[in-house]
């Protein structure tokens, strides 16, 4: 079993910042990517951005030059830096982990509001 708690929501201004963090506990060793997806109102869940275990990344391209996505291995901790922050990326955002063996996991969500 995996646990991922997420931190760091909060609301701010249009043009602001905010940094997500995603704590993983238990197995962690099974982790391969982990990754941040968020959901608005009355939208699907989307990708923001992934991580594998060797540190390549891939990011949605609405968030692309704004975010950026880490991970702490050595504190079993996935970061989200959010820069330039637009109304538009107001939603729930989720931490992802995905296993060796193709299984996932995913955090209870931190709310993210932009206001404009």
């Known amino acids: 079993q995996v646990q991922l708690v997420e931190s760091g929501g909060g609301t701010v201004q249009a043009g602001g910042s905010l940094r997500l963090s995603c704590a993983a506990s238990?197995?962690?060793?099974?982790?391969?990517?982990m990754g941040w997806y968020r959901q608005a109102p009355g939208k699907q869940r989307e990708l923001v951005a992934r991580?594998?275990?060797?540190?390549?990344?891939n990011y949605a391209g609405s968030v692309k030059g704004r975010f950026t996505i880490s991970r702490d291995n050595a504190e079993n901790t996935m970061y989200l830096q959010m820069n330039s922050l637009k109304p538009e990326d107001t939603a729930v955002y989720y931490c992802n982990a995905v296993f060796y063996d193709l299984r996932s996991s995913w955090g209870q969500g931190t709310q993210v509001t932009v206001s404009s």
């Open positions: 238990g197995s962690i060793f099974r982790i391969n990517i």
């Open positions: 991580i594998t275990s060797g540190g390549s990344t």
